[in-house]
T-cell receptor
Framework: GAVVSQHPSWVICKSGTSVKIECRSLDFQATTMFWYRQFPKQSLMLMATSNEGSKATYEQGVEKDKFLINHASLTLSTLTVTSAHPEDSSFYIC?????????????FGPGTRLTVL | AQSVTQLDSHVSVSEGTPVLLRCNYS??????LFWYVQHPNKGLQLLLK??????LVKGINGFEAEFKKSETSFHLTKPSAHMSDAAEYFCVVSEMDSSYKLIFGSGTRLLVRP
């Protein structure tokens, strides 16, 4: 149980275009989902926390107008990178907290590698 | 705020020898601590977690970690390394508020020599 999927697993896009990444909890309901980015050989940095039905909370330094997060249902959150540029190339990872689950346990997706040309 | 420090960016061991990955934490309260493993281009897998129960925590694949409050440490160990253990390991602490945020250490890359 507790499986989180991400789609796509990798994407290449041209500079200036927008890219949407989906994060789904497959066998549980997730009241809270988190989005991280990871640069090569670096740790994960939290970008934002999204709660179902409400606006996402962004970490300091993360542009909310550039990284649009939607959490419209208990099993799906999306991250849209708008007007992507090469510096946005990174590994994006989502995680989900199960509704009613252990208060601090998160289940991670496999990640999406974004390359902006 | 909570924080974790992973003392080694790289650790190299020979197959069959013990593994020690060091982690120190900073917390005003009794924290929840985790170790995650990440294989190349793969998602994170939870190895084990400490949530104020037994101080010696056993995880998957033969890993274990001991919570030592006096030393503010949560080091990860394994008696005998296997080639498949080669990966990036993250020590993680959970924020004690209602945000459920996880704070990641900088990671330790484990290399296993044949």
């Amino acid at each position: 149980g507790a499986v989180v999927s991400q789609h796509p697993s990798w994407v290449i896009c041209k500079s200036g275009t927008s890219v949407k990444i989906e994060c789904r909890s497959l066998d549980f309901q997730a009241t809270t989902m988190f989005w991280y980015r990871q640069f090569p050989k670096q740790s994960l940095m939290l970008m934002a926390t999204s709660n179902e039905g409400s606006k996402a909370t962004y970490e300091q330094g993360v542009e909310k107008d550039k990284f649009l997060i939607n959490h419209a249902s208990l099993t799906l959150s999306t991250l849209t990178v708008t007007s992507a540029h090469p510096e946005d190339s990174s590994f994006y990872i989502c995680s989900a907290k199960e509704w009613g689950g252990s208060y601090n346990e998160q289940f991670f997706g496999p990640g999406t590698r974004l390359t902006v040309l | 705020a909570q924080s974790v420090t992973q003392l080694d960016s790289h650790v190299s061991v020979s197959e069959g020898t013990p593994v020690l990955l060091r982690c120190n934490y900073s917390s005003s309260y009794s924290p929840s601590l985790f170790w995650y493993v990440q294989h190349p281009n793969k998602g994170l897998q939870l190895l084990l977690k400490y949530t104020s129960a037994a101080t010696l925590v056993k995880g998957i694949n033969g890993f274990e970690a001991e919570f030592k409050k006096s030393e503010t440490s949560f080091h990860l160990t394994k008696p005998s390394a296997h080639m498949s253990d080669a990966a990036e390991y993250f020590c993680v602490v959970s924020e004690m508020d209602s945000s459920y945020k996880l704070i990641f250490g900088s990671g330790t890359r484990l290399l296993v020599r044949p």
